[in-house]
């Protein structure tokens, strides 16, 4: 199953794309033989200033076709790190081939295009940088992928 991020805004060089560098390289070997990834990147910039809605027609288009949409939104449900594995092997042993991963601007998403999603999940109460954001997706990630392959790097 391939995992797609698709995010408002770019994230240039730096630590967070350091960090997130790694744990996608981490992921994308790990999950190769669990049949999770490879793991793309789309990025989208509404450099026209239109809000969350213009934001959304940019993340439309930049959903696969077919992919599950899930949403990283403040009111989606919380999951353990071992739910989120499971999840994750759900989608792919249902026969899913594309799941998308979607991260609004600094507005959020736009109510139409989070009433789309087929999941919703939250990282918490808290409101965190959607540059974070993208590193701790990529670190649960690479995380699900070894607890589905049974690797001691998670230890709950």
């Known amino acids: ?12 060089a730096g630590p967070e794309r350091e960090l ?3 744990y996608v390289t981490r992921f ?18 509404d450099k026209k200033g239109g809000g ?19 949403t990283l939104d403040e009111r989606g449900r919380l999951l353990s790190s071992p739910e989120f594995a499971d999840q994750l092997a759900k989608w792919r042993d249902g026969g899913r081939q594309d799941v998308a991963f979607v991260i609004g601007g600094a507005d959020g998403i736009a109510p ?3 009433a789309r ?8 109460k808290m409101v965190w940088p959607h540059m974070m954001v993208r590193v701790m997706l990529a ?3 690479y995380r699900a992928s070894a607890i589905l392959s049974g690797a001691p790097y998670h230890r709950a």
């Open 1 to 12: 199953m391939r995992v797609h991020l698709c995010a408002v805004g770019r994230l240039r």
């Open 20 to 22: 997130i560098s790694d």
């Open 112 to 114: 139409g295009l989070r």
């Open 28 to 45: 994308d070997r790990t999950g190769r033989a669990l049949a999770l990834g490879p793991f793309h990147e789309h990025e989208v910039e």
């Open 139 to 141: 670190e649960q990630l």
């Open 52 to 70: 969350m809605e213009a934001e959304a027609i940019l993340l439309e288009r930049a959903l696969p076709g077919g992919a599950l949409l899930v």
């Open 117 to 124: 999603a087929d999941f919703s999940i939250s990282f918490g």
